[in-house]
């Protein structure tokens, strides 16, 4: 795969940006990589007289570092980090809506998403419609004089399915209304949303921007200063921040992104060439199979498929329970992204919120995330725990 084209005002390259843009040497002590700044204060030389920080919830040095390179990766002019891809979120939709305002959100997101909007900002006044983003009409039709956002994620979360930023944006702004993009699958590495017309861009930095299973966090990005003011505002008066340590360990796994996004790729196509050709696989849900409804889009979208692979098991649930079970190198176990290989049941795991929902999701559906192990090692521990059906 080769590496995103995008380039920064030095003309510099994506990996090169990942490991440089915000961590210059330190000034003090030239250390080479951002120190964790684990205080809660700053000094004042006079009142209201410092050095830009005084408070740890409005400003931390290790934090804006994380914030420059993300807006770097991801092309925008503005970034801010949160505790949680949710308190993201959740800050996020708090700055573009209110009472009474209507949000587009695609038929399949991250089930926490889904329940932020259903079950904490519906009672609070906002109302959503979930639709099918590939059907452009359907979104046309679900409009109404209140919506002021489409929210999507490409490729989804469990089911991979891919929608068409562009077009779909295309539709918002005729309307002036604007597109969020959760780019927590593809990451900055295999896709731009911004560059596609995105208006918003939100991560969960927790999964592959982190990439080792050890921090939890999130981000906004955007062009649009009034609203990055806002989200700065809230990020302050709501108060939902990464701690420094945090920062620096996202940073950290940031700065490999594009090296481990290679091997999620390759190793995703190895294991998707497993599943394809096993007979306890009815079907296999990955973006860069020739099939797939999505893959002209993603082609044209995406610079590299990703290292999420989910398939429908022609045994039913007991069997798709059972599969994830029978694996030793895959782990059982929510989340996604990191080096290690993990597999889950969406069903009842990381979707168990959107049951009895229009965002449900298929109770034979096994969710793979890829990790960067040997490829034979994965290969060899798909295959024996499929063949174990
Ligand atoms: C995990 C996830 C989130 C939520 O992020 P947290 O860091 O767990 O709060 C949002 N969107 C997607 C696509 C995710 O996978």
């Known amino acids: 795969m080769t ?73 925008v002019a503005h970034g801010r980090s949160y505790a949680s891809g949710l308190a993201a979120s959740d800050t996020l939709l708090r700055a573009m809506l209110g009472p009474g305002d209507h949000l587009i959100m695609g038929n399949d997101a991250y089930g926490g998403t889904f329940r932020l909007i259903s079950k904490v900002l519906a009672p609070m006044g906002i109302t959503w419609t979930a639709v099918d983003l590939t059907d452009l009409e359907a979104l046309e039709a679900a409009w109404t004089d209140q919506t002021k956002l489409v929210w999507l994620e490409t490729p989804t979360n469990p089911l991979l399915t891919v929608f068409d930023i562009a077009g779909i944006a295309a539709v918002a702004h005729a309307h002036d209304s604007k597109v969020v993009v959760d780019n927590t699958f593809a990451t900055p590495y295999l896709q731009q949303p911004a560059a596609h017309g995105a208006d918003v861009v939100v991560h969960s930095t927790t999964k592959y921007l982190g990439g080792h299973s050890d921090v939890v966090g999130g981000f906004v990005g955007t062009d649009d200063t009034a609203l990055d003011e806002q989200l700065g505002f809230l990020q302050n008066a709501v108060g939902a921040v990464p701690g420094p340590l945090d920062c620096y360990l996202t940073m950290r796994g940031i700065k490999t992104l594009g090296v481990r996004m290679d091997r999620h790729n390759t190793n995703a196509a190895a294991l998707v060439e497993v599943l394809q050709n096993h007979k306890a696989v009815e079907r296999v849900l990955y973006p860069g199979l020739v099939g797939h409804p999505g893959h002209e889009v993603a082609t044209r979208q995406m610079s590299g498929f990703g290292g999420m692979v989910s398939f429908l098991c022609a045994g039913g649930e007991a069997a798709a329970r059972e599969v994830t079970t029978r694996t030793n190198v895959f782990t059982l176990a929510e989340s996604l992204g990191a080096v290690e290989s993990l597999i889950e049941f969406p069903a009842a795991m990381t979707h168990a919120s959107a049951a009895d929902s229009p965002l449900e999701v298929p109770n034979s559906l096994v969710r793979l995330s890829v990790g960067i192990e040997t490829t034979h090692d994965l290969v060899d521990d798909l295959t024996q725990a499929l063949d174990s059906l």
């Not at 120190?35 to 000094?43: K, L």
């Not at 050095?51 to 993300?70: C, F, H, K, W």
């Open 3 to 75: 590496e995103a084209s995008n380039q920064n005002e030095d003309g510099w390259g994506f990996n090169t940006r990942a490991i440089h843009v915000g961590q210059e040497p330190e000034a003090v002590t030239g250390a080479v990589t951002v120190p964790i700044f684990q205080t809660s204060t700053f000094a004042q030389e006079d009142v209201g007289k410092h050095s830009g920080y005084e408070y740890a919830r409005t400003g931390n040095p290790t934090r804006t570092a994380l914030q420059d390179v993300l807006a770097s990766l991801e092309g």
